[in-house]
């Protein structure tokens, strides 16, 4: 059982600024616990059938927690993939200390090593385009670098959905 310590240190990440939307000038801007919201959400509607949905939410629910103790590295920080995965893996150690269970979900993330933690990893880069192209409508800032990274990882069905709500002017962004 995760003890209550662990419950509410997990509540933190409700106040957790995403970085990346900082560092363009978005003054409020989602947290990582919005955004986990956002990929839960996706993986709720968009889950194909022959995957296991529960699964994959499980996957979208955890896949952040460690940023809590890790903070929001973003591909912009002074941080090499390698130091942010080893800050992220000590940080899911500990938080996931009193829960195997837990440590296993979020390491099967972490891998890539299933379809649904590949299926979570291509939603939570359409969840971030999505937010851009929201950002972009409501606060006229420039995002095209979030929809243009989403756009090179997700599948072509994703692309397609991608693009049907992007503007005429963006739906190949430069």
């Known amino acids: 059982m ?5 419950l509410l240190e997990v509540l933190r990440l409700k106040a957790l600024p995403r970085a990346g939307w900082l560092r363009v000038g978005i003054a409020h801007p989602e947290s990582v616990a ?3 919201w956002g990929l ?6 968009l889950c194909p059938d022959e995957l296991d949905r529960e699964r994959a939410l499980s996957l979208a ?5 460690p940023e809590i103790l890790a903070g ?31 440590r296993a979900l979020w390491q099967e993330y ?3 090593s299933t379809p649904e933690s590949r299926l979570v990893h291509q939603l939570d880069k359409l969840d971030m385009a999505l937010q851009a192209v929201r950002y972009q409508q409501d606060h006229d800032t420039d995002t095209r670098e979030f929809i243009r990274s989403a756009l090179s990882r997700l599948s072509p069905a994703q692309q397609e959905l ?3 709500v992007l503007p005429p002017s963006d739906a190949n962004p430069q």
Do not use: M, N
């Not at 995760?2 to 662990?6: A, L, T």
């Open 162 to 164: 991608l693009r049907s």
């Open 34 to 36: 919005g955004h986990s």
């Open 61 to 65: 629910v955890v896949h952040d927690l």
């Open 110 to 112: 972490d891998d890539h």
């Open 72 to 102: 929001d590295i973003t591909p912009h920080d002074a941080v090499s993939p390698a130091e942010k995965r080893r800050k992220e893996t000590a940080a899911a150690d500990r938080l996931f200390a009193d829960s195997p269970q837990l």
């Open 40 to 45: 839960a959400w996706l993986v709720l509607v």
């Open 2 to 6: 995760i003890p209550g310590s662990v």
